[in-house]
């Protein structure tokens, strides 16, 4: 079983900057990508960005290109998503995840954090 904490999340104007961050609590080791998600009031929840165990490899969605960079940290089993130049279109709450290599992650992960609010005022 895996937990993960989430934070790092708050209100920003447009064009500002904010860092998520997620730490994984888990009893056993483990080499699994994590990644980000986000779900929009009366919309459906999508990837956002997601990161392989070695870091070598990142993959983000269209919208987010340029913007938002994701990383981690695996001394201390945490993912960084960096949002940069941030958009009224990004509010949402933002949701860590993991679970498998990246290409299942960003579309089934196996563990969900809680969700933070990102609110980008205009």
């Known amino acids: 079983q895996v937990q993960l904490v989430e934070s790092g999340g708050g209100l920003v104007q447009a064009g500002g900057s904010l860092r998520l961050s997620c730490t994984a609590v888990?009893?056993?080791?483990?080499?699994?990508?994590m990644g980000w998600f986000r779900q929009a009031p009366g919309k459906e929840r999508e990837f956002v960005a997601g990161i392989t165990w070695s870091g070598g490899i990142t993959r983000f969605a269209e919208s987010v290109k340029g913007r938002f960079t994701i990383s981690r940290d695996n001394s201390k089993n945490t993912v960084y998503l960096q949002m940069n130049s941030l958009k009224p279109e990004d509010t949402a709450v933002y949701y860590c995840a993991t679970g498998g290599g990246l290409a299942t992650m960003s579309v089934t992960p196996d563990y969900w954090g809680q969700g933070t609010q990102v609110t980008v005022s205009s």
């Open positions: 888990t009893r056993t080791f483990s080499s699994s990508a």
